[in-house]
């Protein structure tokens, strides 16, 4: 006579809710991935402005790299998105501006008639605009004609708009703190015709 088996196997899942479960755990982990790579490794960021025509315009979307700046030190010329803060009637705001590394820690720096002046020597800025540069009245071409020499302070970097005459910058608030950098923009991924690197 044969004795009855007992398994102890539990029984098998409903093969649709076992497909629902595997989807559900496969848009858990998408979302999560995504998410981490937002928080910590790339972001999209939107340009609202004139400031950095004509390298980048007002419909621009670029790609920022959250990581550069844990890899290698800031560069002049750079692009980068950083944290504007700024305080009114004890209100604390926000704002995320994209500008290009112009002066660094340490490095000092001076305008004369529009002309960039780093470490003594007049700067090659290629990305600028060419007609704006014929631009004879020098208020007209770069608002700040004429800054007094300055040092850079440790940990903080000078940055300004491409557009010179357009752009609210380190020329008014001062060089910004390293600490406030969210990355580096080294891509305009829309729209699609102007799909370059920065």
């Known amino acids: 006579m044969t004795e009855p088996t007992i398994s102890t196997d539990a029984p098998e899942s409903h093969p649709v809710t076992k497909a629902l479960r595997d989807w559900f755990l496969v848009v858990v982990l998408a979302l999560g991935a995504a998410l981490l790579v937002r928080v ?7 340009i609202s402005g004139p400031s950095m025509e004509t390298t980048l315009f007002g419909n621009n979307r670029v790609l920022v790299n959250k990581l550069s700046y844990r890899l290698h030190d800031i560069r002049r010329g750079d692009v980068v998105v ?26 000092t720096i001076e305008i004369k008639n529009c002309a960039v002046i780093i470490n003594s020597k007049p700067t090659v800025e290629p990305y600028l605009d060419k007609d704006v540069l014929d631009i004879t009245d020098p208020v007209n071409r770069c608002r700040v004609a004429n800054m007094p020499v300055q040092t850079v302070a440790a940990k903080k970097i000078f940055v300004m708009g491409d557009n010179r005459s357009e752009s609210f910058d380190s020329r008014s608030f001062g060089p910004i703190s390293e600490s406030l950098i969210v990355g580096r923009a080294f891509a305009i991924v829309w729209p699609f015709h102007k799909i370059s690197t920065l």
């Open 40 to 46: 910590y490794v790339l972001q999209q960021f939107y």
């Open 82 to 107: 950083f944290d504007r803060v700024t305080t009114s009637d004890g209100s604390v705001s926000h704002d995320d501006l994209i500008k290009r590394v112009i002066a660094l820690p340490g490095d």
